[in-house]
């Protein structure tokens, strides 16, 4: 009797999943580099593999995965940007220093690990393509959909590696193992083959789905006029964005629309209908943790918080000055920065304490981020330096965006995990939001100043409703008593009257969507996209490295700093084929 062991790996480039099958006549093993597509030729066999595509949204499982490689983008998108610290002490994922003040090099393992568990989910998604072609037993249009899916996963894949490293090779499913061409060259402009595979996801998809968490064609249209704004194509994302907005819907039917904001991050709530796509996340499962948040597990609150670990991605000062407002509860758009809002910096825990509920400020900012003294979720008052493992290093803030309710620990938690912090709230990788401020920015790009407010405003009105502000403790001893009608703090949130300028819209719409998607991991990729990143960064540096040491030799290199280094270990494994970014 034959004994059969076969054991899954994936290539050191990430552009192939092999079997290797050891048997005793060795001559009946599978090509390395191939599937064994006689077993998987069919519906049942392609369901397989288009999950196994899915499944890297969450950026676990994968070659490489690790803290920093989830759709959040928390280190590429966040860190880097002004948004937040990495938090902590200095020492713990020390790589992740050098990629937040603008000094890492090519042999970063953060960037070698994003992008094999990227080109492995691109070639996960090529082997749905290559198979799918083979498979008797699925109807013609059961094909369509399955590719339409694939070529969305594989856009989305690439739009990624793209806005992070720039000069990426584009990888479809002529390229494999057996066809001897693994050895792809990144000297190509990629966005018209990222634009083709997201156009045939949009024109051949369906407008809903069997399964929530799938692309559809609304997503696809959607992410389409993404990639045309990433391209500054204007003109060609504005009537997807029209279209998205007017008559879109969710894969599960809804009509897409703004919820009260905290429900985006909410486990309880995911999936709603301001959710365009998300990864989905679950837990309890007997994944051991591996389905859920696992790549954002380091960052809870420090020592007895929720997630037990790690007190990193603390919020920046300069993003909580970003919610001050003035007497219109309007941004501060020019004058944010000059003033601290009040902190507990310095202080103990046990050291008298009172927040500022004086100053007015936008609600989104206690729904974003945790200060001392104001309500977090159903946890208790934030309690100031006992979450936080270095104020000196990551600031008096902790994020909140990611964090789920003390009720639903150990139900919304994965309990095998050595941390609470793996959980089951989803991460929405575009939401309704995104759309309505993406569209404001096409239409101020134009002129059309009053449509673009009328955008702003829309987004902004759903936070103006006072039942969804975060409210006082009815017993700051039991929070689990619930909530009173009393503001936490002195939230003002207004609407624009006028744009009276281009270039006041332009400024209005970036910095709602500064206010609307901070901690998301958007911020970096946008500031990039403007054009505007040397400046805003640098001055982010000038003030910030006054109280953080770790800053002080700072610098954004314009014409560098844009975009990382291809990781050296694929340039070597190569053979020189990659070639390395402008400036490493």
């Given at each position: 009797?034959?004994?059969t ?10 552009l ?11 001559l ?6 191939s ?11 392609v ?35 002004d948004?937040?610290y ?31 568990v990227?080109?492995d ?28 899916e ?32 693994l ?49 500054r194509?204007?003109?060609a ?46 837990v ?15 960052n ?82 934030h ?25 639903q620990?150990a ?10 912090g ?101 911020r ?13 960064l ?20 314009k ?26």
């Open positions: 009797m034959k004994r062991l076969k054991i899954f790996l994936t290539m050191s480039l990430s192939g999943v092999l079997i290797l099958a050891c048997k005793r006549d060795f009946e093993r599978a090509p390395l580099g599937l064994d597509q006689g077993n998987l030729a069919n519906s049942a066999g369901s397989k593999l288009l999950i196994g595509a899915y499944s890297l949204l969450n950026g676990t499982g994968g070659a490489g995965s690790g803290f920093g490689t989830g759709p959040a983008n928390w280190v590429f998108g966040g860190v880097a940007s948004d937040a990495k938090g902590s002490d200095p020492g713990d994922q020390a790589d992740i220093v050098s990629i937040e003040t603008y000094t890492a090099n090519a042999s970063n393992p953060y960037f070698d690990s994003k992008w094999r990227l080109y989910a691109v070639q996960r998604s090529n082997e749905v393509i290559r198979v799918v072609a083979l498979a008797k037993d699925m109807t013609d249009a059961e094909k369509k959909t399955t590719l339409g694939a070529r969305f996963l594989r856009a989305f894949y690439h739009f990624e590696l793209k806005r992070i490293f720039n000069n990426i090779p584009y990888v479809d499913e002529t390229i494999s193992y057996a066809n001897n061409n050895l792809v060259p990144n000297d190509k402009d990629v966005w018209p083959m990222i634009e083709a595979d997201m156009k045939f996801a949009a024109d051949n998809l369906p407008a809903t789905q069997p399964a929530i968490g799938r692309a559809n064609s609304w997503a696809a249209k959607a992410f389409l006029g993404k990639i045309y704004l990433y391209e194509k204007f003109s994302a504005k009537p997807l964005f029209d279209e998205v907005i007017a008559n879109g819907v969710t894969a599960g039917g809804k009509k897409y629309d703004l919820v009260p904001f905290q429900n985006n991050f909410n486990a309880e709530t995911k999936n709603s209908a301001e959710a365009i796509f998300s990864a989905q996340y679950s309890n499962d007997n994944s051991g943790g591996n389905r859920g948040s696992y790549s954002e597990v380091l809870y609150p420090y020592n007895g918080g929720p997630g037990g670990c790690c007190g990193f991605y603390q919020p920046s000062q300069s993003l909580v000055n970003s919610y001050q407002v003035d007497a219109n509860g309007l941004p501060l758009l020019d004058t944010w920065n000059d003033t601290n809002l009040k902190s507990d910096q310095g202080l103990k825990s046990e050291d008298p304490y009172s927040p500022d509920v004086t100053t007015p400020v936008d609600p989104r900012l206690d729904e974003t981020v945790g200060r001392r003294g104001i309500p977090y979720l159903d946890w208790g008052l309690p100031g330096n006992n979450w936080i493992r270095d104020q000196n290093n990551g600031g008096p803030y902790a994020p909140i965006k990611n964090v789920y309710f003390k009720k620990e139900s919304l938690t994965d309990k095998s995990f050595w941390s609470s793996v959980n089951a709230n989803n991460y929405t990788i575009m939401r309704f939001a995104d759309v309505l401020l993406m569209s404001a920015e096409v239409e101020a790009d134009a002129g059309n100043l009053a449509g673009a407010m009328a955008l702003v405003n829309r987004v902004r009105q759903r936070s103006a409703d006072p039942k969804g502000w975060v409210k006082t403790y009815k017993d700051n001893a039991a929070p689990e008593k619930g909530y009173t009608t009393t503001n936490a703090a002195n939230y003002q949130i207004g609407l624009y009257t006028v744009f009276p300028s281009k270039d006041y819209a332009v400024k209005a719409v970036r910095f709602e969507r500064k206010l609307e998607l901070a901690m998301e991991g958007q970096f990729f946008d500031l990039v996209r403007y054009g505007i990143a040397a400046e805003v640098n001055a982010y540096i000038a003030k910030e490295k006054n109280d953080r040491v770790f800053l002080k030799n700072a610098s954004f290199t014409g560098k700093s844009e975009y990382y280094p291809i990781p050296r270990n694929q340039i070597d494994l190569s053979k020189g084929t990659l070639k390395q970014n402008q400036g490493y």
